[in-house]
């Protein structure tokens, strides 16, 4: 049964650092792009970065561009959400998700994903 699972959110003052960790089981990720994702109360669920199969393609949305960095360990099964320089207006559920595909690609729509995560809490406050 495929299955991915996040971890690695909590409570952190703004300024602080999170890593996420998107863990797969039930299938390897050699061909599957990965999103990261994340809903805040209140709003819709957006886009925040993603990767290719074999990370040679890295998306980021504005907001978090230059403090959160993507990356992947396929031989783990393992993908990170490294975040720094948190910020209240990062608060929010953050899932990942995954598709399966031979060419090397990603993008951060929702509707692309087959496979998601049941998402880990990040709150930023002082």
């Known amino acids: 049964q495929l299955q991915l699972v996040e971890s690695g959110g909590g409570l952190v003052q703004p300024g602080g650092s999170l890593r996420l960790s998107c863990a797969a089981s039930g299938f390897t990720l050699d061909y599957y792009p990965i999103g990261w994702f994340r809903q805040a109360p209140g709003k819709e669920r957006e886009g925040v970065s993603c990767i290719s199969s074999r990370g040679g393609i890295i998306k980021y949305t504005d907001s978090v561009k230059g403090r959160f960095t993507i990356s992947r360990d396929n031989a783990k099964n393992m993908v990170y959400l490294q975040m720094n320089s948190l910020k209240p207006e990062d608060t929010a559920i953050y899932y990942c998700?995954?598709?399966?595909?031979?060419?090397?690609?990603?993008?951060?729509?929702?509707?692309?994903?087959?496979?998601w995560g049941q998402g880990t809490q990040v709150t930023v406050s002082s």
């Open positions: 998700a995954a598709v399966r595909s031979v060419q090397p690609w990603c993008v951060m729509s929702e509707p692309r994903y087959d496979y």
